[in-house]
Nanobody, 126 residues
C-alpha cells in the first residue's frame, strides 16, 4: 500500500523556520517525482515546489523562491521542504504528493499527482 506521511508542521512566528518531511512507505521514491502543495482556508490548492526522482529538476513557485528549499534523501525514502523567513500568508495545510516518473522531471500542477499524504498544518502567527 503506497502511503505518504507529512510531518514537521506547527505554529511559528513570522520570520521563523520549519522543515517539513514527507516519508514514503510501501514503495521506493527512487522512481517518483514529488510535489509539495498547500491549501489555505477558502482558497484553492496551489503548488509550492517539486523535485524530480533524481533531484535534477526542481521547481519553486514565485512566492517561495529564495525562502523554501526542497530536497530528497532516497536512501531514507523521504523528501523535505525547508521553509525559512515564513510569512503569515504561508499559513496553510501542506501536502506532499507522488507520481511515478523516472524521466527526471517534476510537475507543478496538482492534477499530475496520483498519491497524496494527509497534510500537515503550518501556522505563521505572532
Amino acid at each position: 500500500q503506497l502511503q505518504l506521511v507529512e510531518s514537521g508542521g506547527g505554529l511559528v512566528q513570522p520570520g521563523g523556520s520549519l522543515r517539513l518531511s514527507c516519508a514514503a512507505s510501501g514503495f521506493t521514491l527512487d522512481y517518483y517525482a514529488i510535489g509539495w502543495f498547500r491549501q489555505a482556508p477558502g482558497k484553492e490548492r496551489e503548488g509550492v515546489s517539486c523535485i524530480s526522482n533524481n533531484g535534477g529538476s526542481i521547481y519553486y513557485a514565485d512566492f517561495v523562491k529564495g525562502r523554501f528549499t526542497i530536497s530528497r534523501d532516497n536512501a531514507k525514502n523521504t523528501v523535505y521542504l525547508q521553509m525559512n523567513s515564513l510569512k503569515p500568508e504561508d499559513t496553510a495545510v501542506y501536502y506532499c504528493a507522488a507520481e511515478q516518473d523516472p524521466s527526471g522531471v517534476c510537475y507543478a500542477s496538482h492534477s499530475s499527482y496520483g498519491s497524496w499524504g494527509q497534510g500537515t498544518q503550518v501556522t505563521v502567527s505572532s
